[in-house]
């Protein structure tokens, strides 16, 4: 059977392997066969050392097949380096050491597969002009956390090396405030609560996270039921504001999600369909996005010591879909 590549080998150890009846083929002919990768690319990387067999590195391609197993190596692919880019930025506040700013849905927070440009590191490169902190490296520089593409909020990033490691040590302590706003399918109950779970890689999809029973890391989520919308014996829709004690990936969405209340319109976990009222309302909102809003961010300033605190409503699509709940 072949083995399919994509993208997301880069930098991964990947097993081929070869049957008798291959012994005595060229070895790059022989890969070939149980690959999809073409002889040219084989060549390549084997002549660059990254095929080895039982513990010894392998260069010549020429070289006469033995049956058993193959380790290649694909390396990770090097991106770009970010270039500036003059993106509109609503900024919260800024000083020499910091900057928080309001990130619009649908803006990601750094370059990745699938996003090479238009994110908050390209806005953050032209605003700042070279002041970024370095820490987090070329594709990274001043993200100390992030957002979700599609999730709105303020978020703070980076001027100096020195706020970026207070930064870090403030988010790894989980000594921050920090809320969310999610418009969910259904009321979650009771109305107020703290979910507690282990969150890790879903072992059917390791693109999603998932809710674990051993393994992955402890998540703590704090919600509160803000408002109903709908029957108030059985709500088609709500209004929850959602606390982080821990900030894993995806958290909030996974809990909620776990809870039996996604997010309206979280494509990833947003099991079930609303009502049909909701999904009026949905499209009379154009929202075409997840229902969550980072809405407030506390902290202690890392370098002056100074208490900030900032609160943003959520943007004009989840407050028309509000809007178009409230009359339910």
Do not use: N, W
Not at 154 to 170: T, W
């Amino acid at each position: 059977m072949s083995k399919t590549f994509d993208d997301d080998e880069g930098g991964r150890p990947v097993s081929l392997v070869l049957e008798p009846d291959a012994a005595g083929e060229r070895l790059d002919k022989a890969l070939a066969c149980v690959s999809d990768v073409s002889r040219s690319r084989l060549q390549a990387l084997i002549a660059a050392g990254a095929l080895s067999r039982d513990g010894f590195v392998l260069t010549d391609a020429s070289a006469k097949a033995q049956p058993g197993e193959y380790i290649l190596l694909f390396p990770a692919p090097e991106a770009a380096e970010p270039q500036p880019q003059d993106l509109p930025l609503t900024i919260l506040y800024e000083d020499a050491d910091l900057i928080v700013i309001d990130k619009a849905a649908g803006m990601a927070a750094h370059p990745a597969p699938g996003t090479p440009d238009g994110t908050l590191v390209h806005a953050l490169l032209h605003h700042c002009a070279g002041t970024l902190s370095g820490i987090g490296g070329v594709l990274r520089p001043g993200i100390v956390h992030r957002l979700d593409k599609e999730t709105s909020g303020v978020m703070v990033a980076a001027k100096s090396d020195r706020a970026h490691q207070g930064l870090a040590a403030l988010f790894a302590a989980h000594d921050l405030e920090r809320a969310y706003i999610a418009l969910t399918r259904g009321a979650p109950a009771p109305s107020s609560a703290t979910v507690t779970t282990r969150l890790g890689r879903s072992p059917h999809d390791r693109k999603k996270m998932a809710v674990l029973k051993a393994g992955g890391r402890e998540a703590i989520t704090h919600y509160r039921v803000q408002a109903v919308y709908g029957p108030a014996e059985r709500p088609a829709a709500a209004r929850v504001i959602c606390r982080l004690e821990t900030g894993r990936t995806h958290q909030i969405r996974v809990h909620l999600a776990h809870k039996g209340v996604p997010c309206l319109r979280d494509p990833v976990y947003g099991h079930g369909a609303p009502t049909a009222a909701v999904r009026e309302a949905i499209v009379a909102s154009g929202l075409g996005r997840q229902a969550l809003h980072a809405a407030i961010l506390g902290f202690v300033h890392p370098v002056t010591g100074e208490r900030l605190r900032f609160e943003t409503s959520p943007p004009a699509d989840m407050q028309g879909l509000e809007a178009a709940l409230t009359k339910l």
